[in-house]
């Protein structure tokens, strides 16, 4: 018979057998090829309808504000690079051309940027100004993030999350006492999410890098941009029990990459 906590771990083992293994995204000159697996009720359009609803609040609130910028340099810069980067998408995923893209940016001190399902763009001024980053620094951030979205990331974590719900749930409804459901969350959590999330990152620096270069932006930017963010960062946690990898472990795959894309930078130019 099973033991309590092995139990949920089992009940946690189903749940996610509901997934599905897709492919998001072509592999690239980068080779990023992980299979990803998510939940078949929780289709692709479902997460970019309710991140757009989302997203669209975040810019009404900033609007109110008077913190969203319309015609600024920086508004001018970001569209510019934005507009060279999403036309690279195909290159991993040709149905993403035909995403309701969306760029803004927000005045604000934040060190933040994103790109949210279905390619609703965000940037904050403060990113730039306070790191002074070139145009060559702002595509990596924005391939990076771009990536994410590409690869649904967001969607493959919910997926999980609703997985360890499903499981927490059915354990409940056993009787399952709640420090075996306790543990069976925390090995989920750090067996699964953190090390994933670190992967994500990961992939998504390679793709970025990737889709900068073949935007023409020199692909060596993504090497400074992410030494300026260290910097900027002070003390950070340990890698282990974070969901970004050190910069040094970034810096070093980072550097390990850029030889097979730079072929694609030097053809744009």
């Given at each position: 018979m099973l033991k309590?906590?092995?139990?949920?771990?089992?009940?946690?083992?189903?749940?996610?057998?509901?997934?599905?293994?897709?492919?998001?995204?072509?592999?690239?000159?980068?080779?990023v090829d992980r299979k990803q697996y998510m939940f078949s009720m929780l289709s692709t359009e479902q997460v970019n309808q309710m991140y757009a609803q989302s997203y669209q609040q975040?810019?009404?609130?900033?609007?109110?504000?008077g913190m969203l910028e319309k015609s600024s340099p920086i508004t001018k810069r970001?569209?510019?690079?934005?507009?060279?980067?999403?036309?690279?998408?195909?290159?991993?995923?040709?149905?993403?051309?035909?995403?309701?893209?969306?760029?803004?940016?927000?005045?604000?001190?934040?060190?933040?940027?994103?790109?949210g399902p279905g390619g609703k763009i965000i940037f904050?001024?403060?990113?730039?100004?306070?790191?002074?980053?070139?145009?060559?620094?702002?595509a990596a951030v924005m391939g990076h993030e771009i990536a994410h979205a590409l690869r649904e990331h967001g969607r493959e974590a919910m997926s999980k999350?609703?997985?360890?719900?499903?499981?927490?749930?059915?354990?409940?409804?056993?009787g399952v006492g709640t420090g075996?459901?306790?543990?069976?969350?925390?090995?989920?959590?750090?067996?699964?999410?953190?090390?994933?999330?670190?992967?994500?990152?990961?992939e998504a620096d390679l793709i970025g890098l990737e889709l900068a270069a073949r935007a023409g932006y020199n692909p060596n930017a993504a090497v400074s941009l992410w030494k300026k963010m260290a910097a900027a960062g002070g003390?950070?946690?340990?890698?282990?029990?974070?969901?970004?990898?050190?910069s040094g472990s970034r810096t070093e795959a980072l550097q390990e990459n850029i030889p097979k894309v730079m072929p694609l930078y030097q053809q744009r130019r």
């Open positions: 309590p906590h092995s139990l949920v771990l089992f009940l946690a083992a189903s749940a996610l057998a509901g997934c599905q293994a897709v492919d998001t995204t072509s592999g690239g000159a980068v080779g975040t810019l009404s609130e900033a609007s109110q504000k970001v569209n510019t690079i934005a507009q060279r980067l999403i036309a690279e998408v195909p290159a991993f995923r040709p149905d993403a051309a035909q995403w309701d893209w969306e760029v803004n940016v927000i005045d604000s001190p934040e060190l933040n940027a994103n790109c904050y001024t403060g990113l730039i100004e306070r790191l002074n980053l070139t145009d060559d620094e702002i999350a609703y997985g360890v719900q499903m499981a927490t749930q059915i354990g409940s409804a056993f075996s459901l306790q543990l069976a969350n925390m090995g989920v959590e750090y067996l699964m999410t953190l090390p994933n999330s670190r992967s994500n990152e990961n003390s950070a946690p340990p890698e282990f029990l974070s969901t970004h990898p050190s």
